[in-house]
């Protein structure tokens, strides 16, 4: 990147050819990436989660139940990291 460059994340899923979800997010210029916050945040919410027993069963967990995406996904909203959700 060149000072004062910002990337872009598109990440666009498609239900049933009926309805879209898509996440845009713009890098800061000379602060965090794109990339960044859309990796590391939902760590770090996942992991505050975890301290707080909002999400407590044991091993390796992959967000495919509601017990587990709700809370993250509600979190990432209130953090400019909502998905825009569309039908077609």
Do not use: W
Not at 16 to 37: F, N, Q, R
Not at 62 to 75: D, F, G, L, Q, Y
């Amino acid at each position: 990147y060149e000072t004062g460059d910002r990337d872009l994340i598109v990440l666009r899923h498609k239900f049933v050819e009926i309805l879209t979800s898509t996440l845009e997010k713009y890098g800061s210029p000379g602060g965090h990436s794109a990339m960044a916050v859309a990796v590391g945040v939902p760590c770090g919410i996942a992991t505050q989660l975890v301290l707080d027993g909002v999400i407590n069963t044991p091993g390796v967990l992959a967000p495919h139940t509601k017990e587990i995406c709700e809370p993250i996904r509600a979190t990432l909203e209130s953090e400019g990291l909502g998905l825009i959700k569309r039908v077609l």
